[in-house]
Structure formats: structure tokens, C-alpha cells
């Protein structure tokens, strides 16, 4: 299930002219792409994969490991709840430039200067061309929307259960 999402994700990035060519789009469909052969095809789709892969690991460390070091210095202290709340903002500001946005600034530039590479000998898809193109079909997206509308009913109504037994 995990390789199917990747998939997909990686697939989202490409598309078809009119003629049946496939087309690399890496910063979105509104931006200029280029045509791929069937054999760059997979080094691309190599590329985003790991990217994806990664960005994710930065989100998930660089959280966690924000929120971690701000417990550790703010809990426990004996100061006033203002006091804590100033000085827990401050370190995650700190600790969240440190470990999250530092960490998905650098490498959103090797992606980019790695996809620069890749992509430079490709031929870049024009205007004219752009207009044809059709982006590949999303499941992924409605099944995303699903799972984030279950989770949003789900608190909601965790939330409602609350109310109802703490009036009481």
C-alpha cells in the first residue's frame, strides 16, 4: 500500500500531450515541464520518490524532535504559566529553525539542483503543448479527502463526547 501511494505520487508530477508523449512537471502544472524518454522515466520517478520519502522523515523528525526539546527545558520549571508559555514559544522557534525548516531548506535545494541535472539535456515542453497536456488520474486524491474528512468527524464527535460527559 505504501509503494502504491509513493506511485501515485510520483505519477502526479507527469503527463501526456496529444501525440503520446510523457511529460515531467517539477514544480507543478502551471510551470514550464520537459518531454522524458521511457528510459528517464524511472530516474525521475527514483528522484520524486525519494524526495517525497524524505521531506516526509524532515516533517516527522524535525517535529518531534522540536516538541521534545521544548518539554525538556520548559517542564518542570516553577515559574508562572505566562513565563512558561514566552520561554516554550521561544525554544520551539528556535529548535523547530534548527531541526525542521534548516533541514527542508537544504534539501529542497539538492532536489532541485539534482533535478536541474537530470532535466537539462530533456526537451522543455512549450506553451502550445502545455494546453494538451492532461494531468494523470488522481485516486489518491479522493482517497485523502476521504481519510482526512473520517478524521475530522472522528474529533469532532470525540470532541461532542467530551462536552456531554464533562456537563454532567
Known sequence: MFSEWLDNNAQRYF???EGGRLAFFPYGWRRPGY???ASDE????????I???AVALVNLVGSTASIAVTDALVIGERVPLVEKLEFGLIVYAISAALFYALPALLLWKLYRGLLARLCSPLTTVGPGSIRGLQPPPSGCRIAVMVFVLTGFVLVTLG???M??????
Open 42 to 49: 524511472n530516474k525521475i520517478k527514483a528522484l520524486v520518490t
Open 15 to 17: 503527463g501526456k500531450d
Open 35 to 37: 518531454y522524458v524518454e
Open 163 to 168: 462536552l456531554l460527559i464533562h456537563r454532567r
Open 159 to 161: 470532541a461532542v463526547i
Open 51 to 53: 524526495y517525497v520519502v
